[in-house]
């Protein structure tokens, strides 16, 4: 069981990416998917999820109005769609599942991917 986080890169503030969550050995629907994003010297704060078969979302008011997630089952990938960057958004993206519902708390997610960096700049 493995997950993957990419889509990561340096991007000028107002810009767009999209971010990858994707599996080996299981199917991501049928789990919840949570971002969560740690910068420099902070702690690792919850972004967003979204529930198993895309029922239930939570979005972080930083983050409302920017950023998206969605889920391609023909793909196993959920994507985070983040546009209007700013450079407070700079930090490494971690994407995990949990077995519950969205809720988005550490200790509530099952299985963590490595983190994919993403920095903006002013």
């Known amino acids: 069981v493995q997950l993957q986080a990419s889509g990561g890169g340096l991007v000028q503030a107002g810009g767009s990416l999209r971010l990858s969550c994707t599996a080996s050995?299981?199917?991501?629907?049928?789990?919840?998917i949570g971002w969560f994003r740690q910068a420099p010297g902070k702690e690792r704060e919850r972004v967003s999820c979204i529930g198993r078969g895309g029922i239930g979302t939570y979005v972080a008011d930083s983050v409302k109005g920017r950023f998206t997630l969605s889920r391609d089952n023909t793909k196993n990938t959920v994507y985070l769609q983040m546009n209007s960057l700013k450079p407070e958004d700079t930090a490494v993206y971690y994407c995990?599942?949990?077995?519950?519902?969205?809720?988005?708390?550490?200790?509530?997610?099952?299985?963590w991917g490595r983190g994919t960096q993403v920095t903006v700049s002013s």
């Open positions: 995990a599942a949990s077995e519950g519902p969205c809720i988005l708390r550490e200790y509530a997610m099952n299985y």
């Open positions: 050995g299981f199917t991501l629907d049928f789990y919840t």
